[in-house]
T-cell receptor, first 112, second 112 residues
Framework: AQSVAQPEDQVNVAEGNPLTVKCTYS??????LFWYVQYPNRGLQFLLK??????LVKGSYGFEAEFNKSQTSFHLKKPSALVSDSALYFC??????????FGTGTKLQVIP | EAQVTQNPRYLITVTGKKLTVTCSQN?????MSWYRQDPGLGLRQIYY???????DKGDVPEGYKVSRKEKRNFPLILESPSPNQTSLYFC???????????FGPGTRLTVT
C-alpha cells in the first residue's frame, strides 16, 4: 500500500522569507510525486511533479521541490514567500498502478 | 477552454434518497477519478477509471457507485446516502496517473 505523510498541519512564514512544506512517502516501486495547491473556495491546481530525472523540480509560481530517495521525501520549497501563497498544499503519490494517494494537507500562512 | 465540470455544485438531501453527481471533461482524457475532501483527512480517492467501461475502487468506495459509458463522463452515484457521506466531492481527469490531474470546482453535499 502507498501512503503520504505531511507532518505539519500548518506552516507560518513571514513574507519574503523562504518556505518549506514537508512531505514523506511510502510506495513500492518507483514513486511518482506531485504537489497541488488549493486556494480558499477554489479548486485544486497542479504545481509540479517528479517522475524521473533531476531531483530538483521546478514548478508554477516560483515553487520547487526536492526529491530525496534515501529519505523518501519530496519537500516543497520557495525562496521568498508571498502573502498570495497562503493556501492549502497537498503532496500526492502515485505508484503507477492507477491509484492516487493524497496527504492530509498543510495550511501555509504567509504573514505580511 | 479545457475544463472539468461538475453538477450540482451544492446539494442538500435526506438520508436514503438516491442522487447522482455528474462529471464531464472536454480534454479527451482517459483517466478520471472521484475524491472526497474532509477536514484533516485530505482528499481520499473513491473510484477511478482508466477508460470507458474500466473502473476500480479507490480507498473509500463503500456507499458509492460509478459508471463510465462515455469517455467524457464519469458520474458518481449514491444509491442510499447517509450523513457520513456529507463532504466536498471533486472529480478529476488526466491523461494518466503520471500526469497532472485537472480538477472540477467541487460539489458540496450535505445529507441530513
Amino acid at each position: 500500500a502507498q501512503s503520504v505523510a505531511q507532518p505539519e498541519d500548518q506552516v507560518n512564514v513571514a513574507e519574503g522569507n523562504p518556505l518549506t512544506v514537508k512531505c514523506t512517502y511510502s510506495v513500492s516501486g518507483n514513486p511518482y510525486l506531485f504537489w497541488y495547491v488549493q486556494y480558499p473556495n477554489r479548486g485544486l491546481q497542479f504545481l509540479l511533479k517528479y517522475i524521473t530525472g533531476d531531483n530538483l523540480v521546478k514548478g508554477s509560481y516560483g515553487f520547487e521541490a526536492e526529491f530525496n530517495k534515501s529519505q523518501t521525501s519530496f519537500h516543497l520549497k520557495k525562496p521568498s514567500a508571498l502573502v498570495s501563497d497562503s493556501a492549502l498544499y497537498f503532496c500526492v503519490v502515485s505508484g503507477g498502478y492507477q491509484k492516487v494517494t493524497f496527504g492530509t494537507g498543510t495550511k501555509l500562512q504567509v504573514i505580511p | 477552454e479545457a475544463q472539468v465540470t461538475q453538477n450540482p455544485r451544492y446539494l442538500i438531501t435526506v438520508t436514503g434518497k438516491k442522487l447522482t453527481v455528474t462529471c464531464s471533461q472536454n480534454m479527451n482524457h482517459e483517466y478520471m477519478s472521484w475524491y472526497r475532501q474532509d477536514p484533516g483527512l485530505g482528499l481520499r480517492q473513491i473510484y477511478y477509471s482508466m477508460n470507458v467501461e474500466v473502473t476500480d475502487k479507490g480507498d473509500v468506495p463503500e456507499g458509492y457507485k460509478v459508471s463510465r459509458k462515455e469517455k467524457r463522463n464519469f458520474p458518481l452515484i449514491l444509491e442510499s446516502p447517509s450523513p457520513n457521506q456529507t463532504s466536498l466531492y471533486f472529480c478529476a481527469s488526466s491523461i494518466g496517473t503520471l500526469y497532472e490531474q485537472y480538477f472540477g470546482p467541487g460539489t458540496r453535499l450535505t445529507v441530513t
